[in-house]
Structures are given as structure tokens and as C-alpha cells.
């Protein structure tokens, strides 16, 4: 699956966008079967044309034998209201360790690092691993579209562990390394400005001169921190001054 994902995202139209996603379903009664406890790659597309057109695209996908559930011919087309619906993620708040990256490069090693890493039989705790197809329109922004400017890589690698306990942090912190050195190399240092976690370096998202900028906006338009951000540009204040003690 995941060759055919590098194949068919290396040659994509700008009109079609792809997920590849490794998927670790808990057995709880709240997964549906076949799903529940079951370890799964999923592919999902978004395209911006009509269900003939995107079709030829996906034919690759559709010759590997062993699909669970396809649910492209039940959703069919959707207006652009409800495309944050095609992942099917919770939305309700749930407490979660994640990391991100962007990736230079998705080599036949990188693709079997993943595999024995958060692949069917890895253990892995990690409830979610995606591979973000990008291209396209970031690949030809500039300064002038915003500060994150042009995003030359190929792809993104998401990673997120849900923390059902306290051990389950060390052990996605575990995964996490093993995922940075062995794809090391891939990564370019780089990620997205939304997907950093909370305490996450802003440099992986922005350039110094951007950077910059944003922080002397901070600091002229809202010098006492009255807007609070999960992804400060610049480090919040660790209490109010009327709340320090006398």
C-alpha cells in the first residue's frame, strides 16, 4: 500500500490530495467490527473533481488484494464544508502525545522502517501514524502568502499516541525516538506551525526572518499577553503579576 502511495502521490494532480495512515484500533465494544483491535493502513482522498475523474488515479489501490472497508462509493462527493469529515478523528478533547515532521524522502528504507516500527505486529502505542501528501500549492507559496512560506517537502509524518494511562506517555516517547533515528535523514528539521505540540521550538515552523517578524508583532500589538496561544511565538509569562504573592 504504501508503495502505491508514493507512486500515485509523486504524480498527483494538484486536484487530488492522499493520507496514508497506520491505524491501532483498542478492542473496545465502542470499535466497530472488523475493526475493533485490529491493526490497519488506510488510505484517504480528498480530489476536487467528480468520481469518474479521480478514478484512474486510485485504479493502483484497488488492485492490492485484502480491502477491509471502502467507503469512497458511500460518501461520494461532499461539499467542502465537510472535508475535515473524511479522516472520521473524534473531536472531542482527548489527551494526547504527538510528534511531526517533514520528510524530504519516502524510500523503499523509510517505508519498512514504518512498517516494523507502527505496522501490523509492531505493538505499537501509537493509535495514529499518517503520512501527509503535500505538494502542489505549498510547494509554489511564497513570503507573500504567509510566514510558513513555500513547504517544499513531499510529505508530513504525524504520529499520535492517546494517553490512557500514564505509561502509555514513556512508551510513546519511546516510539517517537525510534521513529526520528530511523528516519533520520528523511526529516528536514522541519514541521507544520499547527502541529507542533505545545512545547515545541517555533523555528521547526518558521524561518528566522519570519520568526522574527511575528514576535515584534506579538510584542506591539499585544504586549501583555492578553491573547494566549497553544503555540506561543513568544514564551507566555508563567503567572499574572496581581497573582504573585506579596
Known sequence: ?????????????????????????????????????????AVDV??????????????????????????????????????????????????????????????????????????HGSGSPLAVVQLRHLGGAFRRASEDDGPTGAVNEPYLLFGLAVLTAPETLVDAEITFGELTSALEGRFTGRSLFNLLMADSDPTRAFSATALTRLQQ??????????????????????????????
Do not use: C
Request: charged share 15%; no cysteine; hydrophobic share 45%.
Open 46 to 119: 480528498a480530489y476536487l473533481g467528480s468520481a469518474d475523474d479521480v478514478a484512474p488515479l486510485l485504479a493502483l489501490f484497488r488492485e492490492i488484494p485484502g480491502i477491509v472497508l471502502d467507503t469512497l462509493g458511500t460518501l461520494g462527493t461532499m461539499p467542502i464544508s465537510l472535508l475535515g469529515t473524511i479522516a472520521a478523528e473524534p473531536v472531542d478533547p482527548t489527551p494526547t502525545a504527538e510528534i511531526s515532521w517533514l520528510m524530504g524522502d519516502l524510500d523503499d528504507n523509510a517505508i519498512e522502517a514504518l512498517i516494523a516500527l507502527v505496522g
Open 217 to 246: 508583532i506579538k510584542r506591539t500589538v499585544d504586549p501583555d499577553q492578553v491573547l494566549v496561544s497553544n503555540r506561543p511565538v513568544v514564551a507566555a509569562r508563567t503567572a499574572h503579576p496581581m497573582a504573585q504573592p506579596s
Open 1 to 41: 500500500m504504501l508503495h502505491a502511495f508514493r507512486t500515485v502521490t509523486s504524480g498527483a494532480p494538484d486536484e487530488l490530495t492522499l493520507w496514508a495512515q497506520f491505524l491501532q484500533f483498542p478492542p473496545i465494544t465502542e470499535v466497530p467490527e472488523p475493526l475493533r483491535g485490529g491493526s490497519f493502513i
